[in-house]
């Protein structure tokens, strides 16, 4: 089988300006997650930061993507709108997208699900307890029936996006908060899902359950050889 072309994207302003994030992620958040990704087999990953030339995501780079990982926060409002434009093109044509913790803000996201994806959220170094509620989905492959991260950003609920298609995972906070936070979307041809944690001062993507949801996603998203999509006016088949 053909490996998984990925390309993890990264705002990576924070780890950049601020030592305090440069200490957790020294190679940049892409890096970890990049690091985690290269410890299974099947894929093959390359890395785009926001500051790069056409966002890190010129159109050759997008037509040898299968899977699109987006980590972005406080720069949401610099990535370009052509950039924007490209990425769900792509994915309207079958690429794959994953979305991570505040990439829930970024301009593909609210484009793609066309809602505000408002959510309310609190840092206060507390445990995030991820309950597995779709435990024959194959993101939850070789999972047990939850994942604890002990020290996340809050995320609750209400989430502004539309009912997920399927829901894979449920967070539950010491605050009492609840979050659906790992979410299943088609649109077109392509794959979307979205996931909770990984607010940039924890050391979220080197937890191996979470690098194992994230390779799970990676192989869920990945474009299928289904049957071409045709539309418009058409002749009436053969009846017989
Ligand atoms: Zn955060």
């Not at 794959?191 to 994230?214: L, Q, W």
């Amino acid at each position: 089988m053909n490996p998984i072309r990925v390309t993890i994207w990264n705002e990576y302003r924070h780890e950049r300006e601020d030592e305090r994030y440069r200490a957790v992620y020294p190679d940049g958040i892409h890096g970890a997650i990049a690091q985690g990704l290269g410890l299974e087999s099947g894929f093959t990953i390359r890395t785009a930061t926001l500051d790069e030339p056409e966002n890190g995501l010129p159109e050759d780079v997008l037509m040898e993507t299968d899977v699109l990982l987006w980590w972005g926060h406080k720069a949401h409002e610099e990535v370009d709108e052509e950039t924007v434009n490209r990425v769900q093109g792509r994915v309207l044509h079958g690429m794959g997208l994953v979305v991570l913790h505040s990439g829930h803000h970024s301009k593909i996201f609210r484009r793609l699900m066309g809602t505000s994806a408002n959510l309310i959220w609190r840092v206060a170094d507390e445990l995030e307890r991820i309950w597995v509620v779709a435990p024959s989905h194959p993101i939850a492959r070789g999972l047990d029936r939850y994942i604890e991260i002990e020290r996340e950003e809050m995320y609750g609920e209400f989430f502004d996006v539309p009912p997920p298609d399927e829901l894979v995972f449920i967070s539950w906070f010491p605050g009492g908060e609840v979050f659906r936070s790992g979410c299943c979307y088609t649109r077109g041809s392509g794959k979307i899902f979205y996931f909770r944690p990984g607010h940039e001062s924890y050391p979220t993507f080197y937890n191996p359950d979470v690098r194992k949801v994230i390779a799970n996603a990676v192989r869920w998203a990945a474009p299928t050889d289904g049957p071409p999509r045709v539309f418009g006016n058409q002749a009436a088949l053969p009846s017989g």
